[in-house]
């Protein structure tokens, strides 16, 4: 469906609310990124969870120090991006039909809506430390493409699958 070329991400999600008619749940992703997540294990979770809407949250992959400064310019603390303990919107998401409820005209998905269901109590972040990357810039375009040149493609999870031993229905 052609949801726009300026659509924010809210935008497209109410430009193809039709489709959904029907749907308890449904899936949506920014298309950048490539993962291994269990999105099984994610929507199970989700299903039994009282939320509107659902986000795969991964450690940040970039490489850079996070800095705490007081008034005066006095750094109180640096730290490794990685040894905080956030974690960042990885572009996967498991959403219920409510969510349309939360969109208000022109709002983008992860501004204003998020923020609401977070001070509601629904929003999840289902915490991911597998692979997980996105192809954003040059530098991530390249390490993707050696990752693939090389063979390693953790993100082919239906490979991987297709790969294990089956069980004998008979056990």
Not at 140 to 152: P, T
């Amino acid at each position: 469906m052609d949801t726009g070329l300026n659509s924010n991400i809210g935008m497209r999600l109410k430009a193809v609310q039709p489709l959904l008619e029907g749907e308890e749940m449904f899936l949506a992703n920014y298309s950048d990124g490539v993962s291994d997540l269990p999105l099984p294990a994610m929507i199970d979770i989700f299903r039994r969870q009282d939320a509107v809407a659902s986000f795969v949250g991964v450690a940040p992959t970039q490489s850079f120090h996070l800095v705490s400064v007081e008034d005066g310019g006095r750094v109180k603390s640096i730290q490794h991006v990685k040894d905080v303990g956030m974690r960042i919107n990885g572009g996967f998401f498991v959403l219920r039909k409510q969510i349309f409820d939360w969109i208000r005209p022109g709002e983008e998905l992860v501004g204003e809506p998020f923020q609401r269901l977070a001070a509601a109590g629904k929003l999840l972040a289902y915490p991911h430390d597998g692979f997980w990357a996105c192809m954003d810039t040059f530098k991530d375009k390249q390490l993707l493409e050696d990752l693939y040149s090389h063979g390693k493609v953790p993100w082919e999870v239906w490979k991987q699958q297709a790969a294990q031993p089956k069980e004998d229905a008979g056990r």
